[in-house]
């Protein structure tokens, strides 16, 4: 079964940008059905954009024209291209591929 790890978290001032990674274990087929999410303290995970089963990259209203999603299949690897990043972005922030199976999580956190 795919393995899912993140990485490019990190602390940055607001207005700056940062890119998370999110690379599978094993070959994938495409670069589909994957998505981010982000769960800031307390609250449950919020969907972020994703990529959708037909191709269709698609973004909540929040970082819609901030965040960008995109993969190199043959490095089995995805992107979240975060910028102008708020202190309202601070979270941390999954990957999960196919509908199951999730990243560890990386801590993206926005000074003001």
């Known amino acids: 079964q795919v393995q899912l790890v993140e990485s490019g978290g990190g602390l940055v001032q607001a207005g700056g940008s940062l890119r998370l990674s999110c690379s599978a274990s094993t070959n994938i087929s495409s670069l589909n059905n994957i998505a981010w999410y982000r769960q800031f303290p307390g609250k449950t995970r919020e969907w972020v954009g994703g990529i959708s089963n037909s191709g269709n990259t698609l973004y909540a209203d929040s970082v819609k024209g901030r965040f960008t999603i995109s993969g190199d299949l043959l490095k089995r690897t995805w992107f979240l291209q975060m910028d102008s990043l708020k202190p309202d972005d601070t979270a941390v922030y999954y990957c999960?591929?196919?509908?199951?199976?999730w990243g560890q999580g990386t801590q993206v956190t926005v000074s003001a």
């Open positions: 999960r591929y196919q509908g199951r199976t």
